[in-house]
């Protein structure tokens, strides 16, 4: 006899977390990075996890740490004030954030009728007790809804429900790869964002004003520190225990987004090439581990780290070029001279420090 | 908020004589951007070079 599912509605048992690295076990670029706080909208160590900053002079340290609530995850993301700004001019703010692709959020339903509500959980503890912001922000529409939340010196799980928005029936999330939402805890703010009155009711247009009255700043003290892990986003009503993924498939999933390698010296950083039509060019070219969401930037972080292993000797490189594509690239390795036209050979790393990185993040 | 990269030093690279990529210094990094416009490099590139900031520089 089959028996029907009762509860059709509600999320899936797996897949509903529409956050990618909510126990924050996925640190590729960095487990820790001092003197953060000057202007940008970057990605520093823990994947998917993103910092934007303006104008403010509070500093930070940024780290991946062993420290988490048990049975949920063993790892958090961790923000030490380093440095305070307690002089907070108007267009100050600090988000700790995520940007979620639309494809991924189609299950919301948003902006049309029948759109969901939606339910954020996750752990979080502090130095002290503070009232920080969790925002919800519709890039695609440019609207918005938060709340407060508090924190403690002690793991506390946070469950806030967000309500649906049908709005007038014309702002969905577009159904691409490009960004539509953006999953923003407000850790310092001036009052060109606290100004109004917090908008928690529903979604409303922005208003720059209303979204992060009523909070405190991260940067009020040196002592201050701020932890968050478990972090869930899933639609409905309910905020179901936080879904346990195993590493592979956080991993690949981050790698939609970035993947780094850094090489042991001596080691093939690619899978073979061809001297070019000179004594001082090389293609090569290397498969990411997963299709990107775009075609990435491509980096390496110094030229000299990459050699070009030819007839039993290794030439330095002088610079290396990429052309990328979502699932693969070319690297074009270039050296001063001594090259074999025709022969074959492949990059290799000359040192313990040659890191490769692909960026096709939001 | 809208934060600017800085770049500079933008010239494309070429492949077969076909433009692929743009080598620049953004925020300080030397980096390989495709030609892409789901990527966000590139699209600040095009950005900055409509808005009169930047310009790229042809391939060899």
Known sequence: MTKARTNASASPAVGRNMIINGAMNVAQRSASVTGLGANGNLFHTVDRWKTNLNLTAGRFTMTQTADGPNGISANCLKIDCTTVDTSIAAGEAFILHQPIEGQNLQRIGKGVAGAKQITASFYVKASAAFTFALELFDEDNDRQISKLFDTTTDWVRHEIIFPADVDDGSSPFGDDNAISLDFNFWLHAGATFTGGTINTASFANNNNANRAPGIDSIFSNTANNFFLTGVQLEVGPVATEFEQEDIGTTLTKCQRYFHSTTFANGKAASAGGLVNSSTIGVISGMTHPVIMRAAPTAAINDVTHMGVRQRAAVTTCTNVTFGTSQRACTMELTVSSGLTVGDGCFARAINNSCTLSFDAEL | ?60
């Open chain 2, 1 to 60: 908020m809208n934060i600017t990269m800085t770049i500079s030093d933008a010239k494309y690279i070429a492949m077969d004589n076909i433009n692929n990529t743009v080598q620049a210094t953004i925020d300080g990094q030397t980096i390989s951007v495709p030609l892409d416009p789901d990527n966000r490099h590139y699209a600040e590139i095009l950005r900055q070079v409509a808005d009169g900031t930047i310009t790229i520089e042809d391939a060899d």
